[in-house]
């Protein structure tokens, strides 16, 4: 305990040494993350100096292993980490979808040269990445794939489309589900890496009710993907993709401490609350945003020593995604009128009424509620036929 | 500290989920103790086994002969007294009653503590005036009177009153009814002259009084901790009570669910088992993932009140309003989703209903604490 307590004390004085100020003040709205990448354009020095003294340190991926650009902590002292940064108000050094999603899959099933190569870039914010999984017949019934990946000896040849692409637009790779049997469903995919400047890639954003658009269609005409390029056994990508999936849903779900996990009561009452049901309806709010956040803190606790159940995220991403839903639900009724601006200043340029609809896709994306649902009743409640 | 039970608090359960499945089932206590219409509502062979267990001291602190546990421990304990319904004066006596006693005068613990480690006494607590829990008014009013006091009010909701050697009592000796300051806690015994009951049977078949007392003379040795600066022990003691109530109500709601589970795993209609239905899967899904959040927020708040962390009362309001809201589910889909045979009373799913219904109103409900949650979080 008392190593711990020297680690936390050392993790304290370095975040109060090393974290500009700047970093210190909430993050706003989606332009103020930062998601490193070649096309990257920091929003400040602060938000670039941040990045890169984590970045040096491991501290961007903390619980990865030293050699593919984490500190090597261990659950314990990554905790510790996280606890500490949120105790100093500082940002996240650094977010992207190689972090949450891609990296694990590379921990799990990429090969040493993969690993040393991919994580290393992703840590340090070299390379960001999309994920290309929908497309626009396969949706919930995502195994129904049909992008094909022709064999031509030493490469593939990609042909096909995909939807619901995350920021495609402004990502460096993508990490891709790919037909390669056409006689298999499950064992007929594979999981592939390429890169977006490859000739025959394109996308095109989709604009969404919020007006804005993080997600894209990407196309692939004859798109060239060496062997090399393959994460785990040909036609075995599901396994990986369903791994990866896991922890896309433990992102969504915010069981890290994301927004739904803070309380609301209290901000909006700031400037006296004069209607007792909406009192109420915040009040039950806080109830259940406060049991989550400890639900998702008992999670990755257990995660960590191996004790959830492997379907849990699934659990998570349910229940994370209701919440959060159900929080704009409750910011929009409490800013009445002003909420429903859509370009204002006050409003800074609409952000309620624009996180209020972007919060409705969280309960479709990466797996919608109901399929939450299934996989819940079918491999943790072991319901008959589900 | 991580969210789940530590190895000693694993072992714990394991031998405490082994007990109360045997000797603490509902067949064996509920349906037994209820059936013969027992005036205590419990078995004290029972009680006296909890003692052989060593979980009548769990709490009470080592050189009172105790255990020195936290309320995770007596968590663990609850959880499966409420999966098994198991009737006993374990909250009242060894978690509130000896919470009280820890702030007591070496005499007044050399009193009560040996018979509660030995399963032999039981204590009650009177706090509540009135149908709902409100403990931040007591008009209960004790006076001086020569060397001691006389205690003059009523209480209600007196669990186990009528079977208690002595009642934890919240009595006001100075100020107005509403008054934070001005509370004492007094250990009254049963033989007091004075104290008049109405026991009446609960809808789970627990037994709780009204209790009068007219003039109930008491000695100064009676008293528990400071005159008149009892309202920081009554907090310790209401908190742990509810935490201890949300957690058998989680063991409750999980008792219901895995009944529920099972049944929707066996009965057929339509040619198929009625767990093939999505209807019910959506809901049975949806009530496990409320069901894992409330057993979360309920450590979560145990661990904060054994550390002494300035957020416990936020959580343990938080854990309580949200562990009553989850088991009131589940015990309503437990026996919606039984059909006909859930209203019966040969089917046990009807018993975690009622058996919920009387902990939500225990120290406080829902919406009680909900209020709390706004106001201990400042609007």
Request: charged share 25%; net charge negative.
């Amino acid at each position: 305990m008392s190593e711990l307590e020297a680690f936390r004390a050392e993790i304290r004085a370095w975040i109060e040494a090393n974290c500009p100020e700047e970093m210190r003040k909430p993050v706003q709205g989606e332009d103020d993350i930062c998601w490193g990448g070649r096309n990257f354009v920091f929003k400040s020095a602060a938000q670039k100096q941040w990045m890169e003294v984590c970045a040096a340190k491991g501290f961007t991926v903390p619980d990865w292993p030293k050699p593919y650009g984490g500190a090597g902590m261990s659950p314990a002292e990554a905790k510790v980490w996280r606890e500490e940064l949120a105790r100093a108000g500082a940002r996240p050094p650094l977010s992207s979808f190689g972090i949450w999603m891609l990296g694990p899959a590379l921990l799990k099933f990429g090969t040493e040269e993969q690993k040393v190569l991919y994580l290393n870039q992703i840590a340090r914010g070299e390379i960001r990445w999309c994920q290309g999984y929908s497309e626009p017949g396969s949706g919930s019934d995502l195994v129904s794939l049909q992008t094909f990946g022709e064999d031509k000896g030493d490469h593939w040849v990609v042909n096909g489309q995909k939807i619901w692409t995350s920021y495609a637009d402004k990502a460096d790779w993508i990490f891709c589900l790919v037909r390669t049997d056409k006689a298999n469903t499950y064992q007929g995919i594979s999981f592939l890496l390429f890169d977006m400047t490859t000739p025959g890639v394109t996308t095109k954003p989709i604009k969404l009710i919020s007006g804005s658009s993080p997600f894209c269609e990407t196309f692939f005409d004859n798109v060239v993907v060496p062997k090399h390029q393959i994460v785990g056994q040909l036609n075995r990508g599901w396994d990986v993709a369903k791994y990866l999936l896991g922890h896309e849903r433990e992102m969504i779900s915010g069981a890290g401490g994301g927004e739904q996990t803070s309380t609301i009561g209290k901000v909006l009452a700031r400037g006296g609350l004069d209607d007792p049901m909406l009192r109420a309806e915040l009040a039950q709010f806080d109830i259940d945003a406060l049991a989550f956040a400890a639900c998702g803190e008992k999670f990755l606790d257990e995660i960590k020593v191996g004790k959830a159940h492997p379907a849990k995220p699934n659990m998570m991403k349910y229940a994370g995604t209701e919440l959060n839903k159900r929080r704009h639900e409750l910011l929009m009724a409490a800013g009445g009128s002003t909420a429903l601006e859509w370009e204002s200043e006050e409003t800074r340029g609409g952000a309620p009424a624009r996180s209020w609809l972007r919060t409705k896709a969280n309960s479709i994306e990466g797996g919608t509620s109901e399929v939450m649902l299934n996989v819940v009743a079918k491999r943790i409640l072991e319901l008959p036929g589900a | 500290m991580p969210l789940y039970h530590t190895e000693d608090q694993a072992m714990l359960a394991e031998s405490v989920t082994g007990f109360m499945a045997d000797e603490g089932g509902i067949k064996k206590q509920l349906r037994h103790w209820r059936d013969f219409n027992c005036k205590d509502g419990f078995g004290h062979g029972l009680w006296k086994q909890f003692a052989e267990m060593g979980l009548t001291g769990m709490l009470a602190a080592e050189a009172d002969g105790g255990l020195a546990m936290g309320h995770v421990e007596a968590g663990i304990v609850l959880a499966e007294i409420g999966r098994n319904l198991t009737p006993s004066p374990f909250l009242t006596t060894s978690v509130m009653g000896v919470t009280a006693l820890s702030e007591a005068s070496d005499d007044l613990r050399g009193r009560w503590l040996p018979g509660i480690i030995a399963g032999e006494t039981v204590l009650a607590v009177a706090i509540d005036e009135g149908a709902k829990h409100k403990p931040e008014k007591i008009a209960c009013r004790a006076e001086r009177a020569g060397n001691g006091f006389r205690l003059t009010g009523a209480k209600d909701f007196v669990i186990h009153g009528t079977s208690a050697d002595a009642i934890i009592v919240a009595a006001r000796t100075s100020g107005s009814d509403s008054d934070a300051d001005g509370v004492t806690l007094f250990a009254v015994p049963k033989d007091a002259a004075g104290i008049g009951h109405n026991a009446v049977r609960l809808v789970d078949s627990s037994m709780a009084s009204h209790v009068r007392f007219d003039g109930v003379e008491l000695d100064g040795s009676t008293v528990i901790g400071e005159v008149d600066g009892g309202r920081a022990l009554l907090n310790k003691v209401l908190s742990a009570g509810r935490i201890g109530a949300a957690a058998e109500q989680t063991g409750v709601g999980s008792g219901a669910f895995a009944m529920t589970t099972g049944y929707l795993k066996t009965r057929k209609q339509f040619g198929k088992l009625i767990g093939e239905f999505q209807a019910l899967q959506h809901r049975a899904a949806h009530l496990y993932s409320e069901l894992e959040i409330a057993e979360a927020v309920v450590i979560k708040a145990q661990q904060l009140l054994d550390g002494g962390s300035e957020r416990a009362e936020l959580m343990v309001s938080v854990a309580k309003a949200k562990a009553a809201r989850v088991c009131n589910l589940a015990v309503r889909e437990g026996v919606q989703m039984h059909g006909g045979v859930g209203m019966t009373d040969e089917f046990d799913i009807g018993l975690y209903m009622k058996r919920e219904r009387a902990l939500t109103e225990f120290m406080g409900d829902a919406n009680y604490h909900a209020e709390r949650v706004a106001q201990l979080s400042g609007y």
